[in-house]
């Protein structure tokens, strides 16, 4: 009666995750009004938890901390100076042993990118700082937020402006009107955060998450008449993902993000696999495919090995924007190393494991 009772709970509870899987595949796709999103973003966005949400700073169901950095490259082939954005981050947990049943996390996130022949470069560092509690032995609450400066700074010489055009081309050698007071900015910037985790087995995992950025509404202008400022408008970051463990050998995962800031707004889901190549998960492979909507195709192929991990996407493009660049949108690379304290005590991992 006992085996009984506990196979028909295991198949509940696959049924009722893969359910969730669908769902998240309905609900992105009924989104057919989205543009996009105006801040730095990466279609990897599972491989960038802090740029996405600062409560998953120390929210980590598999390790004591981790280090990654990400590389995006964009328009490559119809610009002479691509997008280019580099992330770095690094978080841990803390106080395992000082909270009952909960940690702090800390983390820092550095972002720079470039963009245009303008050469508009913005670097963004932040320090983030979160704390998580269990809530019985099958869910986990978290809460965060991030405190960061950001510089942005812009090189003048090769900018076209309206008054230089000549009825033939635009002459960098005609004077004009426009004036910058500034050719960089510096402003302090905020985010917050909560996300919560569901594993009421181990082979099953739901997690949500919701963020807002740029709560301070900070203002970034190079020039000097203040009715020209730009105020920062804040961006709404949400997420879904869900894993199963099918057997001893895969795991799926399907994945939902959406984005929105002002009037541009964003959505990505998806789903990915990890194969176990070696007893013991040591070695795994991973593959994929992301959808954003009415902008690109994102395949995924990655490894991991012992505690490193790497992944590389690619966004073919699906928009009219294809005519220009022959569907080549961006490239990124990813590669995260998790590990565990020295002394750490056995902690079996909150979320599917081989």
């Known amino acids: 009666m006992k085996k009984t009772t506990f196979t028909y709970r295991n198949q ?22 989205i543009t996009f999103a105006q801040d730095l973003h990466f279609s990897q966005f599972y491989n960038s938890p ?14 004591d901390y981790r280090i990654g950095a990400h590389v995006r490259n964009q328009f490559s082939n119809i610009m002479v100076l691509p997008y280019k ?44 700082l979160a704390y998580h509690q269990m809530l019985g032995n099958s869910s986990l609450l978290s809460a965060g937020f991030n405190l960061g400066w950001a510089n942005k700074s812009i090189k003048t010489n090769n900018l076209k402006f309206p008054d230089q055009f000549n009825g033939h081309f635009f002459d960098i050698t005609l004077p004009t009107s ?31 998450g919701y963020s807002i950025h740029h709560v301070n509404k900070p203002k970034e202008s190079f020039f000097s008449n203040p009715t020209s400022g730009n105020t920062i408008p804040i961006r709404h970051i949400g997420f879904a993902n869900a894993m199963l463990k099918i057997n001893k050998s895969l795991i799926l995962q399907s994945s939902i993000y959406y984005t929105n800031q002002a009037a541009a707004s964003q959505v990505i889901l998806g789903l990915s696999t990890r194969i176990n190549l070696i007893s013991g998960g040591e070695t795994q492979f991973i593959s994929g495919v992301y959808f954003r909507n009415k902008d690109a195709i994102i395949p995924l192929l990655g490894f991991q090995i012992k505690s490193m991990q790497f992944n590389f996407s690619y966004d073919a493009t699906i928009s009219t924007l294809k005519s220009y660049n022959q569907s080549m949108g961006a490239a990124e690379i990813s590669l995260i190393k ?17």
Request: glycine fraction near 8%.
């Open 338 to 354: 998790k590990g565990f304290y020295p002394k750490t005590p056995y902690r079996q991992a909150l979320c599917p494991s081989f």
């Open 12 to 33: 509940v509870h696959k049924k009722c995750s893969i359910f969730f899987m669908q769902l998240l595949f309905v609900v992105g796709l009924s989104m057919t009004n």
């Open 50 to 63: 802090l740029s996405t949400n600062p409560a998953n700073t120390g929210f980590i169901p598999d390790a």
């Open 178 to 208: 426009v004036t910058f007071a500034n050719t960089q900015v510096n402003y302090f910037d905020l985010q917050a955060g909560i996300n919560y985790a569901y594993f009421p087995k181990e082979d099953i995992y739901l997690n949500a």
């Open 85 to 128: 954005t580099i992330s770095v981050f690094g978080d841990a947990q803390l106080f395992r042993d000082k909270f009952e049943n909960g940690w702090m996390g800390v983390g820092f996130l550095l972002l720079s990118d470039e963009a245009g022949e303008g050469n508009l470069k913005s670097t963004k560092l932040y320090g983030s």
